[in-house]
């Protein structure tokens, strides 16, 4: 009987330790991380005032601070045609922030020994074994093999096809539609077809290269890219909403995107029918929550744990998260690329993520280090490592024209009233 209780008492304790960990990612006054709450107010000021001007249907923003949620508001509405309220669980298509998660799953397999960062792509990406770059119109076979450290730089010279008109290579992405396949190995075959912007590891270009990662994580794996992620890294962080394929059941929050018609200046809501998919694009596919997308940055801040569920070591995070471009090759690129209207020399590139170079360059507040992106419908995130800070930004606006990502990062950090 003696033996029993000790046994209940330890099961317990441990079970009260495992809910104290849990516990940590709670809302929370901001003077306890050291931060006002009057100041934050000026977030939540913000966004009614895009939504108030109809820039915006409407707006979700998250600050935490040491694991603590000191801001997390839902303003305005679901759509331009959807007067339903902005609610905090809305699920929006983040694009490119499925970027970051792709990276992890791949440094998940790193970790294993599945792949050194100088392995050729081809090894694992066959279709991807004759590459030629295209040279004043003439493809001509190329010098420099592609590797895995090229993927996550996004030095591989694969393009998007966001410039056609000014880029032959978009122009023929834009032909081969390589992210129009069916699937990930669709993907592969288009993409072998056609020519690189330049030779591997010559610069720095926003592309396709980490769906090919999607693709080598797959290959890897033995697993569905969306199984993979589900099985490894969402439920083992309690990311319940976070999935290539919105379950039936959560429709309801899905929200619509938008654009913005310049001619006649006004939201436009755009009314899609919404199509599950097979095609697992790590580069863009990833439907998530504001609360999960806290929960996947806050596991990265903490150096690769999230509630006693380690998913990398913290020497791979640091790694990850520290700038891989050499100084002669500097960051810029296209499309919904955060840091390409940033100075050049603030700008850095890890492994999946970019990086803060200087604050000062950008012109706006910020710290050394820092490490963030965002997505092509205007969402953001950044983790402030120097202030243990983590922010989200989450709207549906195509190509936003508003400077909402440079406004969120001045108004999180005047509201610090202690630093580190």
């Known amino acids: 009987m003696q033996q029993t209780i000790k046994l209940m008492a330890g099961i317990l304790a441990v079970c009260l330790t495992t809910g104290a960990v849990a516990g940590d990612l709670v809302e929370a006054p901001g003077a306890e991380a050291g931060m006002s709450d009057e100041r934050l107010a000026r977030i939540t000021g913000m966004s009614q005032r895009y939504v108030d001007e109809g820039k915006l249907a409407g707006v979700v923003t998250l600050v935490a601070r040491d694991g603590k949620i000191v801001h997390f508001e839902a303003v305005g509405q679901r ?39 100088s392995d050729p792509v081809a090894k694992f990406v066959p279709e991807l074994t004759e590459l030629d770059v295209l040279v004043d119109g003439e493809r001509v076979p ?5 590797t895995m450290r090229h993927l996550l730089t996004h030095t591989t010279g694969l393009s998007y096809g966001f410039n056609p008109r000014g880029n032959p290579v978009d122009a023929l992405y834009n032909e081969v539609q390589p992210l129009g396949g069916r699937n990930l190995d669709e993907f592969a075959e288009r993409l072998g077809q056609l020519p690189l ?3 591997p590891g010559e610069r720095w270009h926003y592309s396709v290269a980490v769906d090919v990662t999607g693709l080598v994580v797959e290959r890897l794996s033995g697993m569905s890219f969306d199984a993979f992620l589900k099985d490894r890294l969402f439920e083992p962080l309690g990311m319940a909403d976070t999935f290539f394929n919105v379950p039936e059941d959560k429709l309801d929050r899905l929200l619509p995107n938008h654009r913005w018609n310049r001619q006649e200046e006004h939201l436009v809501q755009i009314n899609r029918p919404y199509q599950p998919t097979e095609m697992f694009s790590g580069g863009g596919g990833l439907v998530s929550s504001t609360m999960d997308y806290l929960r996947f940055a806050e596991m990265v801040r ?46 850095g590139f890890g492994l999946g993520f970019g990086i ?9 507040l910020g710290s050394q280090g820092e490490y963030n992106w965002g997505g092509a419908a205007g969402t953001v995130f950044w983790v402030d490592p120097v202030e243990d800070m983590v922010v989200v930004g989450m709207i549906q606006l195509m190509g936003s024209p508003w400077p909402l990502r440079r406004e969120l990062r001045v108004l999180a950090n005047q509201a610090l009233t202690e630093l580190r």
């Open 79 to 117: 759509g331009a045609e959807d007067d339903r309220p902005m609610t905090k669980d809305a699920l929006f298509r983040i694009f490119s922030m499925s970027k970051p998660i792709t990276a992890v799953a791949a440094m998940m397999l790193y970790e294993e020994g599945a792949f050194a960062l």
């Open 142 to 146: 190329a010098e420099t093999t592609m």
């Open 197 to 199: 912007v330049f030779e």
């Open 302 to 347: 903490r150096g690769g744990e999230l509630d006693g569920v380690r998913i990398l070591s913290p020497k791979t995070v640091a790694f990850m998260t520290a700038n891989h471009l050499p100084a002669t090759l500097t960051g810029g690129g296209t499309g919904e690329n955060p840091g390409a209207r940033a100075a050049a020399q603030s700008f």
């Open 356 to 364: 803060n170079m200087d604050p000062v360059a950008s012109g706006v």
